[in-house]
């Protein structure tokens, strides 16, 4: 069988498609927001629709569960080849090209475009343009958190590549260990820094109480491709059986304990019993989605196709522009009317192909560019006679 192990002389398909369709769960996720029925969202997501679905929370809890470790996960384990090839220094100047000059632009252009958006939905005035930036911003980076966290875990990895050889514990050991040590380590943060608390700063966003499963899930990329882990495809199954069978039961207890305080807000408190609920069921359920997404991918969508390049080709972009594109969408919705479910799939559909569309028409342009600029170095060199 073809090792599938590096990205180095061709894709790895199967990760494409994966990380294709995370970028995909993200703008659902978000375009939930737009028509979530718990009032959660509303006061600061980029368009508040009254218009309401009962059901779209807990088709975003899901999402949510997911989409990010498992994101995590993928850019640990392309850091090792990325390194390989490449001094320290060479590694990081790539990163910071791939990740922080795209999140430099976004934070001043999307930023400033989320609060127009967001003001002009529900018929506010414009506010000082200075109040328009992320710095000003009380949601800071919003969705654009993720990159510069991306950035850190890298230069997290180049620090402690030298430390991988020393972690002997086999695979099943170390995500049972990862588990008990992020619970603990949410419980220690909540008690600390309150329940779901943000940190918010000019450079990193972070929620703080999954932070060190986000490390984790980037480092436990990492060890897979130092261990070769999707060299060869196992003989049995059994896990991933006994996993798929069981995997709704620690999904449904936090669905369960994220709608409660929703059902009962009155006198509702969030004692340690109740935080202990959650992060175990979150914990639990993320770990076991990470493993039955890689393993379903791995298993049954390792194969290409045109459709698949070109979604993969655009996902980046598209997770960078999507909430725009949510924005201005979402916006010219609020007076159509139609039922919200109607408008939730059409919100959904418009989305993703625009974004797609957009991210597409961008490159051609930058590729056309590129070309013109080739083509006026080309007239002004020497010919082969001078």
Request: charged fraction near 10%.
């Amino acid at each position: 069988m073809t090792d599938r192990q590096s990205p180095q002389g061709g894709r790895i398909h199967w990760m494409d498609n994966l990380r294709t369709i995370l970028i995909l769960m993200i703008v659902l996720y978000h375009v939930g927001g737009v028509y979530e029925a718990a009032g959660l969202w509303g006061w600061f997501w980029i368009v508040d629709d009254p218009a309401t679905i009962s059901w779209v929370g807990i088709v975003g809890i899901l999402f949510d569960i997911v989409a990010i470790p498992t994101l995590f996960f993928i850019s640990g384990y392309l850091a090792p080849a990325s390194l390989q090839s490449k001094t320290a220094w060479a590694f990081v100047t790539v990163k910071l090209a791939r990740l922080m000059i795209p999140w430099a632009i976004a934070v001043v252009t999307l930023i400033p475009l989320y609060k127009v958006i967001f003001l002009l939905s529900r018929g506010l005035p414009q506010e000082p343009w200075s109040t328009y930036f992320h710095l000003t911003n009380p949601n800071s980076q919003n969705w654009l958190w993720f990159l510069p966290v991306v950035m850190a875990f890298n230069v997290l990895y180049l620090l402690a590549s030298r430390l991988r050889g020393r972690i002997k514990l086999p695979l099943w050991g170390l995500a049972l260990a990862a588990f008990v040590l992020a619970v603990a380590y949410s419980m220690a943060a909540g008690g600390l820094l309150g329940f779901r608390s943000w940190t918010l700063t000019p450079l990193l966003d972070f929620e703080n109480e999954r932070l060190l499963l986000y490390v984790m899930a980037f480092l436990a990329g990492a060890l897979c491709y130092h261990r070769r882990t999707f060299a060869a495809r196992p003989q049995s199954r059994t896990l991933y059986t006994v996993l798929s069978s069981v995997a709704w039961i620690p999904i449904t207890v936090h669905i369960m304990a994220r709608v409660y305080p929703v059902l009962y807000a009155a006198g509702f408190t969030v004692t340690p019993l109740f935080r202990l609920v959650w992060w175990l069921s979150f914990h639990a359920s993320a770990i076991i989605m990470l493993y039955l997404l890689v393993a379903s991918f791995w298993w049954y969508l390792d194969r290409s196709g045109p459709v698949w390049r070109y979604l993969g080709r655009n996902s980046y972009g598209v997770y960078i522009i999507h909430v725009i594109v949510i924005g201005v969408l979402g916006t010219l919705l609020l007076k159509v009317a139609m039922p919200a479910v109607a408008k939730y799939l059409a919100l959904m559909v418009l989305t993703y192909l625009c974004s797609n569309a957009l991210v597409a028409l961008g490159r051609r342009i930058l590729l056309a560019a590129k070309a013109a600029g080739g083509e006026r170095h080309a007239e002004h060199l020497p010919g082969p006679g001078v």
